[in-house]
């Protein structure tokens, strides 16, 4: 179970009533969504000048956004293949500006390694994206893994908020998002293996 799918149930009353309000305001799901980007755009550049903090606080906001609008396009009627389409790749740009600007943050001390460690994490959430996606037009399901998006996030939120965390926290995040590729990899295999034998 994802922790999208664990988290969600908790908070689920609170997500309720704002989706509520966003609806008699009259926002759709892909303006939402679109909020969402702006504001992981905000958080790179705020994370690029050294504001840690306070980034950590923008991206939770923006992370909040992307747990909102799938909810927002069921409670309106306009959910739709494009609408899960457009939501995916808004995620992938998300996840560029977001650790980019951190990336930046390193490398404007001086700190190559952990520019590096930064691209790394940049790399394998793309790849673990990239995998599901490409797997699952061949087989039905492929979100196998630990470290899928918000996890990610929500790892990344705390370190930035709690910063003597963050270096730990990146390493975590490095080895996860590449260990959630190759599970994916390896379960296409075994599912390719299994369906051959069938």
């Known amino acids: 179970m994802s922790l999208r799918e664990t988290l969600y149930p908790k908070v689920e009353p609170i997500a309720n009533a704002i989706v509520s309000f966003l609806k008699k305001q009259g926002i759709s799901p892909n303006q939402l969504t679109l909020a969402g980007l702006a504001l992981s755009l905000l958080t790179g550049v705020i994370y690029a000048k050294g504001y840690l903090f306070l980034g950590g606080i923008v991206l939770f906001v923006a992370g909040a956004g992307d747990l909102l ?12 293949s494009f609408g899960a389409f457009f939501d995916s790749v ?3 740009y998300s996840d560029f500006f977001v650790f980019a600007g951190l ?28 995998s599901k996606a490409r797997s699952e037009n061949f087989i039905k399901h492929c979100g196998v893994g630990t ?46 293996a299994q369906t051959s034998q069938d």
């Open 103 to 130: 990336a930046t943050y390193f490398v404007r001390g001086g700190e190559i390694f952990w520019f590096f460690v930064s691209l790394g994490i940049l790399l394998g959430s793309f790849i673990v994206s990239y």
């Open 90 to 92: 808004v995620d992938r």
């Open 147 to 192: 470290f899928g998006r918000a996890e990610r996030i929500l790892l990344l939120i705390a370190g930035t908020l709690v910063t003597p965390l963050l270096k730990l926290i990146l390493l975590v995040l490095l080895v996860g998002t590449h260990a959630t590729a190759l599970q994916r990899i390896l379960h296409t295999k075994k599912t390719f």
């Open 69 to 80: 609008d799938g909810l927002l396009a069921r409670t309106t009627g306009k959910t739709s």
